[in-house]
């Protein structure tokens, strides 16, 4: 019974780590940068970044839908392990849709 209670914390703890892992960027002094955040408040938690692009995407269904504002942030910013990373962070509609990462030693 035991080895199962104990089996069962890893699944849970590993599932814990990661459901948070994928679509989000830490900073050393804790605050989160992830996906459903607004521009806002990424821009309040990083600061303003280093490279921005802006599209808008529409797609003519014929049902005159409305287009997608697409925005492309690109920071260089300390990572919570430690050094540089650069972290690009995907904004549609003024929501965070994606938040990718790579450390500057690994690129």
């Known amino acids: 019974m ?6 069962l ?5 590993a ?11 830490r900073l050393p002094n804790g605050k989160l ?25 529409a797609v003519d269904e014929g049902a005159g839908g409305n ?3 697409r925005e492309i942030l690109t920071y260089r910013l300390p990572s919570s392990l430690g050094g540089m990373s650069l972290v690009v962070v ?6 965070v849709v994606a938040v990718e990462s790579k450390q500057e030693s690994r690129i």
């Open 2 to 7: 035991k080895n199962l209670k104990m089996a």
């Open 9 to 13: 914390f890893g699944v849970l703890v």
């Open 15 to 25: 599932v814990a780590f990661t459901a948070h892992a994928n679509g989000s960027f």
């Open 33 to 57: 940068i992830q996906e459903g955040k607004s521009k806002q408040e990424i821009i309040y938690i990083a600061g303003a970044p280093m490279y921005q692009e802006v599209e808008t995407i």
């Open 67 to 69: 287009p997608i504002k």
């Open 90 to 95: 995907t904004i549609e509609n003024n929501r």
